[in-house]
């Protein structure tokens, strides 16, 4: 088992940033693909991110490259996501997942492991 749990959403102008971060616990991430989605209301949960762990590799879709930047932490089993240039668009709540498996995987039910979630709420 992997317990995720995310942390850094907020309330934030158009424009501005936040980072979210996400803990892991309950085994080695070594083997596995941590990934970032989202979902705002009355939609369907969205991929945003997501980084192979052994090796850092990143992938984001074109919607949020050049804003979004995931990135980890070996020695703290953490991951974030640094959010630039934020836009009403953005706002969802956002999950940190994790699949086991070397591939990145843009597909939510190719993950195994699931947070909690964080909102973001980006204000014009």
């Known amino acids: 088992q992997v317990q995720l749990v995310e942390a850094g959403g907020g309330l934030v102008q158009a424009g501005g940033s936040l980072r979210l971060s996400c803990a892991a616990s309950?085994?080695?991430?070594?083997?596995?693909?941590m990934g970032w989605f989202r979902q705002a209301p009355g939609k369907e949960r969205e991929f945003v991110a997501a980084?192979?762990?052994?090796?850092?590799?990143?992938y984001c879709p074109d919607s949020v490259k050049g804003r979004f930047t995931i990135s980890r932490i070996n020695t703290e089993n953490t991951i974030y996501l640094q959010m630039n240039n934020l836009t009403p668009e953005d706002t969802a709540v956002y999950y940190c997942?994790?699949?086991?498996?070397?591939?990145?995987?843009?597909?939510?039910?190719?993950?195994?492991?699931w947070g909690q979630g964080t909102q973001v709420t980006v204000s014009t």
């Open positions: 309950g085994r080695s991430l070594a083997s596995y693909v």
């Open positions: 980084i192979r762990w052994s090796s850092g590799a990143t």
């Open positions: 997942a994790a699949r086991a498996g070397p591939g990145i995987l843009t597909i939510t039910n190719q993950y195994n492991y």
